[in-house]
């Protein structure tokens, strides 16, 4: 939901994101009510500032030997 928040996508197109994940998956159906509330809270710019966390956690960790 933080790529979808942060590419400003609709809550349309995030659900059938969610849900073709699901099916892919296997497991229980997402909550779509509760994503949708979650998704709809979240501001653009905390999504933004948690990429950049995420960002900054993988250049800071260095990948392991293969």
């Known amino acids: ?6 590419s ?11 849900k ?4 892919l998956s296997g497991k229980e159906p997402s909550d ?4 949708k509330a979650t998704y709809e809270r979240l501001r653009p710019s905390t999504a933004q500032q948690v990429l950049r ?3 900054m956690q993988q250049t800071a960790t260095p990948a392991p030997a293969a």
């Open 32 to 35: 779509l009510e509760a994503c």
């Open 8 to 18: 400003a996508m609709s809550w349309t197109t995030v659900r059938a994101i969610i």
């Open 20 to 23: 073709m994940r699901d099916e």
């Open 53 to 55: 966390f995420h960002r």
């Open 1 to 6: 939901m933080i790529l979808a928040k942060i």
